[in-house]
């Protein structure tokens, strides 16, 4: 029997399945199990988006669109970002639809990558990156912003591209973060882009939380550094439709021709009707996120205060949903240790900071896109576990 099974591209041996999968569904079978795991809203998509949909299929939206997606829901997506955050897309040729954001990640890093180049990936940050860099026989060089507030400076930026030189073919940049769900202000943002022009580099965007901004507004890093940077955003976050599967890729019209090609054997285009449903929540629900993000807000200042009185040393959100936590000394301060500890003592389940790459050892990443009934019993949880398992 011939064995092809040492035939594979050989990089996959590099990359492992996301550490936050494996660790869901190594604690998902504990009885009783409460998870603050997975980056899900507990919101619904909103009715007249769902409404939108089923009227999409009942008129026969079940055939291929163009590989850059509706012209109208580019047309919606492009009015969507110049009046929330001031960018200037031209819809006809400078936006493209994916199948939500991760194969916007995807088609955006394989158009750009080539064997030897260098990827500057600030961490920690949202695991999705890394392995499509190394499949593309690239090289991630991390840096560690634990130390400042999670925060990349524009000072360690500049010096991380001063010593890899032309090597660096790209930044990736997540705000708000995915992990520790901070963000960067209109001045921290100014000062990264000034370094950037500086030097030949993509700057890759991924600013899926944008409409999850709880202090002051988001600024994308395409209103200062245009021509290098490609956006990326979509529906997941500000209108709970993670299952949908609607990413959008923006970017001036010489990169779009290129990505485009890409894009187009990735997956030719985004399903038509779930497009027909995109083009109602950009257009008739551009702010259905207002509540949604007034409600995280409450449950962020809730989780906050509650894991400061348990000793946790953190960092406060100022978007997304998620806290991003240090172990207090005193208890197991392997991640993954202590949370397989936690989830088989108290059925809670949170993710290991470990599983966020460079600066996130010894940290909890914990999701509130729960109830509030379900972050009280949470926390209740993690009060018992905290008074009962230090060193």
Same mark, same amino acid.
């Given at each position: !029997?011939?064995?092809?099974?040492?035939?594979?591209?050989?990089?996959?041996?590099?990359?492992?399945?996301?550490?936050?999968?494996?660790?869901?569904?190594?604690?998902?079978?504990?009885?009783?199990?409460?998870?603050?795991?997975?980056?899900?809203?507990?919101?619904?998509?909103?009715? #007249?988006?769902?409404? @939108? =949909?089923?009227?999409?299929?009942?008129?026969?939206?079940?055939?291929?669109? =163009?590989?850059?997606?509706?012209?109208?829901?580019?047309?919606?997506?492009?009015?969507?970002?110049?009046?929330?955050?001031?960018?200037?897309?031209?819809?006809?040729?400078?936006?493209?639809?994916?199948?939500?954001?991760?194969? *916007?990640?995807?088609?955006?890093?394989?158009?750009?990558?080539?064997?030897? /180049?260098?990827?500057?990936?600030?961490?920690?940050? %949202?695991?999705?990156?890394?392995?499509?860099?190394?499949?593309? &026989?690239?090289?991630?060089?991390?840096? /560690?912003?634990?130390?400042?507030?999670?925060?990349?400076?524009?000072?360690?930026?500049?010096?991380?591209?001063?010593?890899?030189?032309?090597?660096?073919?790209?930044?990736?940049?997540?705000?708000?973060?995915?992990?520790?769900?901070?963000?960067?202000?209109?001045?921290?943002?100014?000062?990264?882009?000034?370094?950037?022009?500086?030097?030949?580099?993509?700057?890759?965007?991924?600013?899926?939380?944008?409409?999850?901004?709880?202090?002051?507004?988001?600024?994308?890093?395409?209103?200062?550094?245009?021509?290098?940077?490609?956006?990326?955003?979509?529906?997941?976050?500000? #209108?709970? !439709?993670?299952?949908?599967?609607?990413?959008?890729?923006?970017?001036?019209?010489?990169?779009?021709?290129?990505?485009?090609?890409?894009?187009?054997?990735?997956?030719?285009?985004?399903?038509?009707?779930?497009?027909? @449903?995109?083009?109602?929540?950009?257009?008739?629900?551009?702010?259905?996120?207002?509540?949604?993000?007034?409600?995280?807000?409450?449950?962020?200042?809730?989780?906050?205060?509650?894991?400061?009185?348990?000793? %946790?040393?953190? @960092?406060?959100?100022? *978007?997304? %949903?998620?806290?991003?936590?240090?172990?207090?000394?005193?208890?197991?301060?392997?991640?993954?240790?202590?949370?397989?500890?936690?989830?088989?003592?108290?059925?809670?389940?949170?993710?290991? =900071?470990?599983?966020?790459?460079? *600066? =996130?050892? &010894?940290?909890?990443?914990?999701?509130?896109?729960?109830?509030?009934?379900?972050?009280?019993?949470?926390?209740?949880?993690?009060?018992?576990? !905290?008074?009962?398992?230090?060193?």
């Amino acid at each position: !029997m011939v064995d092809v099974t040492q035939r594979f591209n050989s990089r996959l041996d590099q990359i492992e399945v996301s550490m936050i999968r494996q660790f869901d569904e190594r604690v998902s079978n504990i009885p009783n199990m409460l998870k603050l795991t997975l980056g899900e809203p507990d919101f619904n998509t909103p009715e #007249h988006v769902k409404q @939108a =949909g089923i009227s999409a299929i009942e008129q026969n939206y079940s055939h291929y669109t =163009g590989m850059s997606g509706l012209l109208d829901l580019r047309k919606a997506a492009s009015k969507f970002v110049h009046d929330k955050y001031n960018l200037s897309y031209n819809s006809q040729s400078e936006v493209l639809v994916t199948v939500g954001v991760t194969e *916007g990640i995807s088609a955006s890093l394989i158009s750009v990558l080539e064997a030897g /180049d260098k990827v500057i990936v600030p961490s920690p940050i %949202f695991p999705g990156y890394e392995p499509i860099i190394t499949l593309s &026989g690239a090289e991630p060089i991390y840096i /560690d912003t634990s130390l400042n507030d999670f925060v990349l400076s524009p000072e360690v930026l500049e010096e991380t591209l001063q010593k890899y030189g032309d090597q660096v073919k790209a930044i990736i940049l997540n705000y708000p973060s995915n992990p520790t769900g901070v963000t960067y202000s209109r001045e921290e943002v100014q000062a990264i882009a000034e370094v950037v022009k500086k030097y030949p580099v993509f700057v890759i965007s991924d600013e899926v939380y944008s409409e999850l901004t709880y202090e002051g507004e988001h600024v994308s890093i395409a209103e200062y550094a245009r021509e290098q940077t490609i956006p990326l955003n979509g529906l997941s976050k500000s #209108h709970a !439709m993670t299952g949908w599967r609607l990413g959008l890729i923006f970017a001036p019209e010489e990169l779009t021709k290129q990505i485009i090609k890409t894009h187009q054997y990735l997956v030719t285009s985004a399903a038509s009707a779930v497009q027909v @449903a995109a083009i109602n929540a950009l257009s008739n629900g551009i702010d259905d996120a207002l509540p949604m993000r007034e409600e995280y807000q409450k449950r962020r200042d809730f989780v906050y205060e509650k894991l400061q009185n348990l000793g %946790f040393e953190l @960092a406060k959100p100022t *978007g997304a %949903f998620y806290i991003f936590a240090k172990i207090p000394s005193g208890y197991i301060q392997d991640s993954m240790a202590f949370c397989v500890d936690l989830a088989e003592k108290e059925s809670l389940a949170v993710i290991p =900071g470990a599983a966020f790459g460079v *600066g =996130g050892e &010894g940290y909890i990443r914990l999701s509130y896109a729960a109830s509030m009934e379900d972050l009280e019993e949470a926390l209740k949880r993690m009060k018992h576990y !905290m008074e009962n398992n230090k060193n």
